[in-house]
């Protein structure tokens, strides 16, 4: 039996420090938490996702009152932006959270289904997304993309490799 080692590395960085670029993302994701539609968790949840010609595309939760109805702010802004640049890959994502009155403090991290559908984009455009974690006491960084998150994943590859 042999030992496997998987292993990520994240950065974890100050607002301060982030470039512009980044910057920007996060305030979008900031400022997306704000039109979110939460009444049942009160947990506003914002994702932005610059593309690679540019543009930013935001997302929000939008629960329901039959919750497995509703969607994550992740997954809102990627169908958005496959939706409006289908062509376009994904360079980055930022996530941010506002509950109670605050943002969290903790870095928001992206769910399970949200990050299977991270994959998927990844595969789709062959480039791994920059994700950017939002706290108020920091923010992670994993430049890698998804793979950090979520190691060992499913993707479209797994389905052409059977012999
Ligand atoms: N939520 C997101 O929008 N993104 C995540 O990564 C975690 C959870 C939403 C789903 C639900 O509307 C609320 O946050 C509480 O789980």
Redesign the pocket.
């Given at each position: 039996m042999k030992e496997i080692e998987l292993k990520s590395t994240i950065l974890l960085a100050q607002f301060h420090e982030l470039d512009e670029q980044d910057k920007k993302l996060v305030e979008q994701a900031k400022e997306a938490t704000h039109r979110a539609y939460?009444p049942?968790?009160n947990?506003h949840?914002g994702a932005a996702l610059r593309l690679k010609n540019g543009n930013i595309i935001t997302g929000?939760?939008q629960?329901n009152a039959a919750y497995t109805n509703?969607i994550?702010?992740?997954r809102n802004a990627i169908f958005t932006a496959s939706n409006l640049y289908p062509e376009q890959p994904v360079v980055s994502l930022a996530?941010a959270?506002f509950c109670d009155g605050e943002y969290t403090i903790s870095p928001?991290?992206?769910?399970g289904a949200?990050r299977q559908v991270l994959i998927e984009t990844e595969a789709r455009f062959g480039q791994p997304i920059r994700i950017l974690l939002y706290g108020k006491s920091g923010i992670y960084i994993i430049p890698q993309g998804i793979n950090a998150l979520m190691p060992l994943q499913f993707n479209p590859n797994a389905l052409k490799d059977f012999e």
């Open positions: 939460a049942y968790s947990f949840v929000n939760n629960e509703g994550c702010a992740e996530i959270a928001v991290s992206p769910c949200c």
